[in-house]
């Protein structure tokens, strides 16, 4: 940490990004140390593969954000360093890393997700802690090194981090280090319960009306221990929703005491994706990594391309690994 420190201190241009789809830790993780950097008088912004969700307007105002395409790129040459925050895989930034590696940029990703065996090299300056609850925690320690002074636009954003990875205080790890940062920061936010709205309490009734069919949807397997629930591209479109809409929904299902497994199939970019959460002890990293993916221990998920082979038997074969598990 100490020499990545040290190259941001050096550094006159940053870039800080996070991967695709970006959510309320890889983002609030961003602006946090977007705006200590701003305050070290740094040039930076944030260049990602995709422009934030609505509900993260609130952040997404105060900060510079450009989004890569082919035709409008960064200037290679002036950009002393990138960070990437909530991944440590190259892959989840599609064109962006690209651009990364054909330039030679120096790079660091700031995370707190297990390291996949097959992803690409990560470098020498990133910061990996996969016992922090949140990437919002870890840029929390840094803006302390960097010895920035706390103001309201880095506590919204490291309160966002931290509310949103851990779910409200509900998957701290175990530790005391999310509340005691949330006890520093509360007080310099004017409404900290309007974050709590912006990420949690915002379903418009047409999403939630899509989320009462996808409930009906949901299957029960192995005594009710697992639930499974494929959502199809005719379910989208007849709702008018997005892969993303069903993003809390794998979490939701976690909340049946009999269910230890939630898998979600989605329709996504190309082919599906596998959404997995498991109530511990369970771990559902390893089930994930069988069909190429990865994420955390108890929250994991996995990308299938369309041509796939595996696509054919896919609930079966789900099926007969989590039989294994259970
Ligand atoms: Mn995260």
């Not at 996969?130 to 309201?152: H, Q």
């Not at 920061?185 to 418009?204: A, K, R, T």
């Amino acid at each position: 940490m100490k020499e990545l420190l040290n190259k941001i201190k050096a550094a006159k241009q940053i870039l800080l990004s996070t991967h695709r789809a970006p959510d309320g830790d890889g983002f609030g993780a961003e602006v946090a140390l977007y705006h200590a950097l701003i305050k070290l008088n740094k040039k930076v912004h944030l260049l990602h593969v995709d422009e934030p969700a609505f509900k993260y307007n609130f952040l997404r105002k105060k900060v510079r954000l450009d989004v890569f395409s082919n035709e409008s790129q960064p200037e290679a040459s002036e950009t002393d360093l990138i960070l990437v925050f909530d991944t440590n895989d190259g892959r989840m930034l599609p064109g962006l890393w690209n651009w990364v590696t054909e330039n030679k940029i120096q790079f660091a990703f700031i995370d707190h997700h297990p390291f996949l065996e097959d992803a690409p090299n990560i470098g020498e300056l990133s910061f990996i802690n996969t016992d922090a609850a949140s990437t919002g925690e870890i840029v929390y320690s840094m803006i302390k090194d960097l010895e920035v002074e706390m103001d309201e636009n880095i506590a919204e954003a490291l309160y966002t981090s931290v509310c949103f990875d851990t779910q409200l205080f509900r998957y701290v790890k175990s530790s005391a280090i999310s509340h005691a940062i949330a006890a520093e920061v509360i007080p310099y936010i004017d409404e900290p319960e309007s974050i709590h709205d912006h990420l949690f309490g915002n379903i418009p009734i047409e999403k939630f009306r899509f989320l009462a069919y996808c409930t009906n949807k949901i299957e029960f397997h192995f005594n009710n221990q697992f639930a499974y629930l494929e959502i199809t591209d005719e379910d989208l479109i007849r709702f008018n929703m997005s892969s993303e809409d069903t993003r809390d929904l794998t979490d939701h299902i976690l909340g049946v005491d009999s269910v230890e497994i939630s898998l979600v199939v989605i329709p996504a970019e190309g082919g599906k994706k596998l959404s997995i959460r498991s109530k511990k002890p369970l771990r559902v990293l390893e089930l994930a990594k069988l069909w190429n993916g990865g994420g955390h221990l108890y929250a994991s998920g996995a990308y299938i391309p369309a041509d796939s082979k595996s696509l054919a038997n896919l609930k079966k074969d789900l099926l007969s690994e989590i039989k294994k598990l259970l």
